[in-house]
């Protein structure tokens, strides 16, 4: 695994800098296999793996599909509400929204913490919970590019100190606590206390949603249909009040992954139970995580700077990084282990993840799942 699964030589962009991996969208949603905390499906997205597809309906019914027309699982919401979104909060609680209100949760609420969704190539749709080992090479963030299909727009978002500055966000976004819209003197934040400000020149407030102290892990929400929402762990706790006729605007993120005038996707994650052999890696972005020949896990950014290693270089031959059933990752040379992260849990499912920010992390034990395993996961 870890080895590049497409390639495209001498496709440059503007002035040679920019090559372009082109992702299937079909009817304006775009096919990944992941949402993370405060990010969302809205109507007629969804998320894809392989034959399986994990779709928010125009019926407001949430429904598991294997090969396009066989249901799975659904959350039982068809006719329940109209323009609806499903949102995974930042306590890990995945729920249905409609334009009055919550219509279904999956009752998996937790702390404030890292938390994603996947649809796994087993046909199980998983959230999963909080890092139990990470790292901690997360890296102040370069700027990235968005591009807008149909609208052919290139915009730039620059992160500063780890928080998303932009001016726009767009319906089915979200401020996650502490995350703020910015233009000039303007600062628009979803703030830790729950409460929505806009401030002027940094300290003077304007204007606020006057909802501080009235919930925990709050994310301010662009719904659908024109309203925005303040949904805390409990629920909502605020709305604009301003519904409109839903106008969607479909934009399709395309991943630009640059090695001079070839792109490589690699994989980010490995599940509990796969392993990295020698000289395979994971890969996002600039950031490389490989097991090398000398038996050194090492994280590299740009290949060629060590941001992290296991300091296991010399202590042993033919090395495996494997990550446990129990969420440890191990190093090991024969049957020798050379190394733990010391992150021993339960039997559960883990995958440990390379993520954007230069962080590599091993995500917990499932919160909930749709239970829907079709046979054994197919490895690349």
Same mark, same amino acid.
């Given at each position: 695994m870890a080895r590049p699964i497409i390639s495209v030589n001498g496709v440059t962009l503007g002035i040679a800098l920019l090559s372009m991996l082109l992702l299937m969208i079909v009817n304006g949603a775009v096919a990944k296999d992941t949402i993370y905390n405060g990010q969302s499906l809205n109507t007629n997205e969804y998320l894809q793996n392989g034959i399986y597809t994990f779709i928010m309906q125009g019926d407001?019914?949430?429904?598991l599909y294997k090969n396009g027309n066989v249901p799975l699982w659904n959350s039982q919401t068809?006719?329940?509400?109209?323009a609806c979104m499903a949102t995974l909060q930042n306590n890990g609680n995945l729920v249905i929204l409609s334009n009055t209100g919550i219509v279904w949760t999956s009752n998996t609420y937790r702390g404030p913490n890292s938390y994603r969704l996947v649809v796994q190539g087993d046909g199980n749709v998983v959230i999963y919970g909080a890092a139990l080992w990470a790292t901690n090479t997360a890296q102040v963030m370069a700027p990235s590019i968005e591009?807008? $299909?149909g609208l052919a727009l290139l915009s730039i978002f620059l992160f500063v100190d780890g928080t998303l500055a932009k001016d726009t966000i767009y319906n089915g976004e979200s401020l996650n606590t502490n995350e703020y819209l910015e233009n000039g003197p303007y600062r628009f934040v979803m703030q830790g206390d729950c409460n929505l400000v806009l401030y002027k020149n940094g300290n003077t407030p304007i204007w606020n949603s006057h909802t501080n102290g009235k919930g925990s892990g709050c994310m301010a929400i662009l719904l659908n249909n024109g309203n925005l929402v303040i949904l805390a762990d409990s629920g909502i706790v605020w709305m604009s009040n301003t519904y409109a006729v839903e106008a969607k605007l479909a934009l399709a993120l395309l991943m630009l992954i640059?090695?001079?005038?070839?792109v490589v996707v690699?994989?980010?994650? $490995?599940f509990n139970g796969e392993s990295l052999n020698t000289n395979e890696f994971l890969e996002n972005g600039p950031y490389r995580f490989i097991m090398q020949g000398d038996c050194n896990l090492v994280l590299y950014v740009n290949r060629t700077r060590a941001?992290?290693?296991?300091r296991t270089n010399g202590r042993g031959n033919?090395?495996?990084a494997t990550l446990q059933n129990n969420g440890n990752?191990?190093?090991t040379s024969g049957t020798d282990v050379v190394w733990t992260s010391n992150s021993a849990r339960g039997p559960n499912n883990y995958r440990l993840i390379v993520q954007t920010d230069g962080n590599v992390v091993i995500y917990g034990g499932a919160l909930w799942a749709s239970n829907t395993v079709q046979g054994s996961r197919k490895l690349l």
């Open positions: 407001c019914n949430l429904v068809g006719g329940k509400g109209n591009v807008t $299909l640059i090695n001079g005038a070839m690699a994989e980010d994650m $490995l941001l992290w290693n296991s033919a090395c495996r990752l191990v190093v």
